[in-house]
């Protein structure tokens, strides 16, 4: 291993960069880019040197980030862009990958999750077996429809080495072209982390890249640390934005790689204008923080978080004198509603409200609910 000028050793080779900004639109509670944000945001993270701009998430047919995508791609075109793709079963699968090419996307990230935990909520079978046979089948599918792949390890940092790595190296044989190593539930320290990271890069021909969160504040060391131990990309958000405290924040990570490794791949003259343009499009402020005392730390907008919340918690809220809340602007489900409503649903036509209070939003400009202002939304519902 190389030495740089500070005295660091420095990796093998300097890490890609992908940004997923664009993509947690579909994940960050109460986080929605326009078409016009997207196309700002991707040429400015491309003008700075990232590889691939991660937008929007498709499950299935009309996926609502379906103008995000072709945004993005009208701004710096479908092979700079990635889209990730959920996982839960063949048949899903192959109408996610559908919609996918519907939209015109070359690089396809597939969110499968690894750990017993995850697995049992999501694929409703926490099998090693089931897990590596459904990633299989995903990869298969996707590469004879012509994508570029890259799977994940959801919650992968939590999943032990004799479960992770024949996952892996199981993902290579079936046709994946890279794996993503997602830190969903901050967990590991640096040192854990080269270690976990280690083991998935002495597998043959294995391409790995790192996706980090941030509650622990050790989103960047964690980056830093899975290249040292052979990673070829990290993942990063605009600003830190993401779930659970965000993500490995960008310009903290350019910076850190320019005086750290001496790294001066990057244009970092873009990084002001892209964090002001990325917060102001997210309605987060300039003011936002990552970590886990802020009011985003602990907000969700899909059901399933905040009724499952023991498996993306690092912490519990209450712990650090926080709060769980919902946050939500259009993406309402009905299984959300219920949520917020608890008992208050009983003798409410749930999707019909759903319906209402969606066309509302979108009617009224999209402004920030929590739980409270659904309940109140049901009351004027009921009066109609």
């Given amino acids: 291993m190389a030495v740089s000028e500070n005295g660091v050793s420095a990796p093998e080779a300097l890490p890609l960069i992908s940004d997923a900004t664009l993509r947690d ?7 929605e880019f326009t078409p016009r944000d997207a196309v700002v945001i991707a040429d400015l993270l491309v003008k700075t040197g990232v590889s691939l701009v ?3 998430m498709v499950s299935g047919p009309s996926s609502k980030d379906a103008d995000l995508v072709l945004a993005t791609h009208e701004a710096v075109g479908p092979e700079r862009s990635m889209t990730l793709v959920v996982v839960r079963d063949r048949r ?3 109408e996610a990958l559908d919609e996918a090419l ?3 996307v070359k690089h396809v990230m597939f969110s499968i999750p690894t750990s017993e935990e995850h697995a049992a909520l999501k694929l409703a079978s926490s099998s090693s077996k089931y897990l590596v046979n459904v990633a299989r089948a995903a990869i298969e599918g996707a590469k004879e429809r012509g994508f570029h792949v ?4 959801e919650d992968g940092a939590r999943t032990p080495r004799e479960r992770l790595v024949p996952y892996v190296t199981a993902g290579f044989e079936a046709g994946a072209d890279r794996f993503r190593l997602a830190e969903t539930v901050a967990y590991l320290s640096p040192w854990q982390m080269e270690e976990k990271i280690a083991d998935l890069t002495a597998i043959d021909g294995a391409e790995i890249e790192i996706h980090s969160h941030n509650m622990l504040g050790m989103a960047v060391a964690n980056s830093l640390a899975a290249v040292r131990a052979g990673a070829q ?16 924040p960008l310009a903290e990570l350019l910076t850190s790689l320019r005086v750290i490794h001496g790294d ?5 003259t873009h990084l002001t204008e892209l964090s002001r343009a990325a917060l102001r499009g997210s309605g ?3 003011a936002f923080q990552s970590g886990p005392t802020t009011p985003h730390a602990f907000a969700y907008e899909l059901p399933g978080q905040l009724t499952h919340p023991e498996y993306y918690e690092t912490l519990p809220a209450e712990l650090v004198g926080n709060r769980r809340e919902l946050r939500v602007r259009t993406r309402l489900t009905t299984a959300l509603v219920k949520w917020a409503l608890a008992e208050e649903a009983s003798g409410l036509d749930i999707d019909a409200f759903t319906a209402w209070l969606t066309k509302r939003q979108q009617h009224s400009g999209a402004e920030l609910m929590e739980r409270d202002d659904i309940r109140k939304a049901a009351v004027d519902f009921q009066q109609l």
């Fill in 25 to 31: 639109s579909a994940h960050m509670a109460g986080v």
């Fill in 54 to 56: 991660e937008v929007g």
């Fill in 92 to 94: 899903q699968v192959e």
């Fill in 102 to 104: 519907r939209l015109g």
């Fill in 150 to 153: 890259t799977f994940s390890g």
């Fill in 233 to 248: 990309w990290i993942s990063t958000t605009v600003a830190g934005i993401g779930e659970r405290g965000g993500n490995a």
């Fill in 264 to 268: 001066t791949r990057f244009d970092l």
């Fill in 284 to 286: 987060l402020g300039y």
